[in-house]
């Protein structure tokens, strides 16, 4: 079953507290910025060290947020090498 993507956060969002788990916040606000070409052609996104840095979150928050990505087939994984957007 493929985890829900919230409405209410754009490529600028913030996480916060509230009834979405923090992987799922995050999820929303890189798949946002993916829409807004952000990644272009085979840009990777960020790393899970930088998506630390940036939301002040665990690894473990920033690795399942690329899985709900990729559930969504918004994302390519390679495990060691990082994620691409996959642009339609």
Same mark, same amino acid.
């Given at each position: 079953?493929?985890?829900?993507? /919230?409405?209410?956060?754009? /490529?600028? *969002? &913030? @996480?916060?507290?509230? #009834?979405?788990?923090?992987?799922?916040?995050?999820?929303?606000?890189? !798949? !946002? +910025? $993916?829409? &807004?070409?952000?990644?272009? %052609?085979?840009? &990777? @996104? #960020? *790393?899970?060290?930088? @998506?630390?840095?940036?939301?002040? $979150? *665990?690894? %473990?928050?920033?690795? +399942?947020?690329?899985?709900?990505? !990729?559930?969504?087939? @918004?994302? &390519?994984? *390679?495990?060691?090498?990082?994620?691409?957007?996959?642009? /339609?």
């Amino acid at each position: 079953m493929t985890t829900p993507l /919230p409405d209410g956060y754009g /490529p600028d *969002s &913030r @996480l916060k507290e509230g #009834p979405e788990p923090k992987y799922v916040q995050l999820a929303a606000v890189l !798949a !946002a +910025r $993916i829409k &807004r070409g952000d990644y272009p %052609g085979d840009t &990777r @996104l #960020p *790393s899970v060290a930088e @998506l630390q840095d940036e939301f002040r $979150i *665990s690894r %473990g928050t920033a690795q +399942r947020s690329m899985t709900v990505l !990729a559930e969504h087939g @918004l994302v &390519r994984v *390679s495990n060691g090498k990082g994620a691409w957007p996959v642009h /339609p």
